[in-house]
């Protein structure tokens, strides 16, 4: 049987690669082939963004009003609505996370498209009240010009919106590289792009791995801007390659977040808490609770009830209603979590539930892993330090705040972190103190459009979502304009 085949994007056009290769996208609940993907290199890049920089100098884009733009983007809001069933089960195909989890995720994606809609239209320049005579001085904000977004595997269509709404309601053109091992959706999106009516070359989708095309497409002296989540390697890279043209740059990378659990908490909402944070999305968030700090009064008390809960997990199809673990996205990944299990046993870390590949007959014939549980972790060892990304917790205990807010932000990372206590004063102190971009304090994995989302330390750079993410894709021009009779001396800068 074929597998379905996909074309790139570019210029409103379906083509197939210049080299005419494809490879295959594989189903991680089967470890087996279900797509083929074109396999981009260096010439496709030169013709995505060759179209992006042309649809942002000339043709029709660049004389749409930011109403105009904002329309467009509520019809592609629109459309995702409508197709958002069919977008979640692509999702799952490719990466193997719940339907579950991807039908509420496509169902709330046209938030984006129509609060970033409603936003092009209200980013306002002022007049300033400047201080020299006769000069009437004000501002005002341009887009950039091409933007690259890249983007990986673990929420695909989730995170290049968050990159894509911003970037088009402040007048910006787009490429768009999505993960090589999550590229289907993206071409899918392209096709409601296309439906919604946007001029051609607005986005342009290739596709192809990170190591063929990543630098080429940062590095192009055509690009403005690149918008990237991944790995903080990767996420390094892009930096430094990005540094050499002095683009612009917004990164959202790894994290290693704190769960805290204080034994004057709702400890049955903990629980839940603590399971959502880490083993949600088969621990593939970035905004994973991997590290529970827990208060040593209620440590093992605890540690036995999140145990309990976990076990109950039911593994299996992803595309089934009825799972709550799903297998690991990507081979690689597998790998990784696997070789961070052993690890944990030659540090010393006590296993108290999982910590081995799944061999539950739930499991598919793809890549589960349990979820596994660790105690004896102190948070100098390396399953504390370093991003996992996969569904493994480090309980760590702490006695009391200051020895909690000291493990907590002694990490390179700051994404999240999770707060579990019911004392006002505590609330209010260590919220301000945690080293993190987003602060739960009893709940955690909460999102919206409305809020932003963004990494403090190694965790990135920039904002996503809320207003913030708008001045992401934008820039200030300050205009002076003089109504003096007179020039006067032409020697002097004037500062008066
Ligand atoms: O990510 P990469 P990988 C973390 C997680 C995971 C690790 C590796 O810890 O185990 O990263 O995952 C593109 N120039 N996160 O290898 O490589 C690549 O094609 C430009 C956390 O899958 O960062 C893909 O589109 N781009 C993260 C994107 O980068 C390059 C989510 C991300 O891939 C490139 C995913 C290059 N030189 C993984 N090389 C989060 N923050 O949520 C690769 N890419």
Excluded at 142 to 156: D, F, K, R
Excluded at 173 to 192: D, G, N, Q
Excluded at 335 to 348: Q, R
Aim: charge should be neutral.
């Amino acid at each position: 049987m074929s597998l379905p085949k996909y074309q790139h994007f570019i210029n409103n056009e379906w083509c197939d690669p210049t080299n005419n290769m494809w490879y295959e996208s594989f189903n991680p609940y089967t470890a087996k082939p279900w797509c083929l993907i074109p396999k981009g290199n260096k010439e496709d890049v030169e013709l995505a963004i060759g179209s992006a920089h042309q649809a942002f100098k000339t043709g029709e884009w660049p004389t749409l009003t930011p109403t105009q733009r904002g329309q467009l983007l509520y019809k592609l809001g629109d459309l995702i609505a409508e197709h958002a069933d069919k977008l979640a089960e692509i999702e799952v195909m490719d990466n193997g996370k719940l339907i579950s989890e991807m039908s509420a995720q496509l169902h709330y994606l046209p938030q984006w498209f129509y609060y970033f809609g409603g936003l092009a239209d209200k980013i306002e320049g002022s007049v300033i009240p400047i201080d020299k005579p006769q000069v009437f001085n004000y501002t005002r904000y341009e887009p950039l010009g091409v933007v690259v977004a890249i983007t990986p595997w673990n929420s695909p269509l989730l995170l290049a919106s968050w990159k894509i709404a911003p970037a088009l309601a402040a007048g910006n053109t787009i490429v768009l590289k999505p993960s090589e091992f999550t590229s289907a959706s993206a071409f899918e999106f392209a096709k409601l792009f296309k439906a919604a009516g946007f001029p051609p070359g607005v986005l342009n989708v290739i596709s192809g791995f990170g190591r063929d095309i990543g630098d080429d497409l940062v590095l192009h002296p055509q690009v403005a801007k690149v918008a990237f989540t991944g790995g903080t390697e990767t996420g390094k890279r892009v930096y430094e390659n990005a540094a050499k043209g002095i683009k612009k740059v917004s990164l959202e990378l790894g994290g290693k977040s704190p769960n805290i659990v204080f034994d004057d908490a709702n400890i049955d909402n903990a629980v839940k808490g603590v399971i959502s944070g880490i083993f949600a999305a088969t621990g593939q968030t970035c905004i994973a609770g991997s590290r529970l700090l827990v208060q040593a009064s209620i440590h093992d008390e605890f540690v036995d009830k999140i145990v309990k809960l976990a076990k109950t997990a039911k593994m299996g199809d992803p595309l089934s209603f009825e799972t709550q673990v799903g297998p690991v996205s990507t081979e690689p990944q597998f790998e990784k979590i696997l070789s961070y299990l052993k690890l944990a046993k030659e540090e010393g870390a006590h296993c108290v539930l999982g910590g081995d590949r799944a061999k539950s007959s739930q499991a598919g014939t793809g890549w589960f892993v349990e979820p596994s549980i660790y105690t004896h972790v102190h948070n100098k060892m390396r399953i504390a330090q370093e991003e996992i990304f996969g569904p493994v917790l480090a309980v760590i205990p702490f006695k009391d705040d200051e020895e909690a807010i000291s493990i907590a932000n002694d990490i390179p990372y700051g994404l999240a972190a999770g707060l579990w206590t019911n004392d006002i004063k505590r609330i209010l102190e260590l919220s301000n103190k945690l080293q993190a971009g987003t602060v739960w304090v009893n709940t955690y994995r909460m999102l919206s459009y409305l809020s932003p989302f963004g990494g403090y330390k190694m965790s990135g750079i920039g904002r996503e979502s809320g207003k913030e993410a708008i001045y992401n894709y934008l820039q200030a021009k300050s205009v002076w304009i003089s109504t003096q009779t007179e020039t006067p001396n032409p020697f002097v800068m004037r500062l008066k």
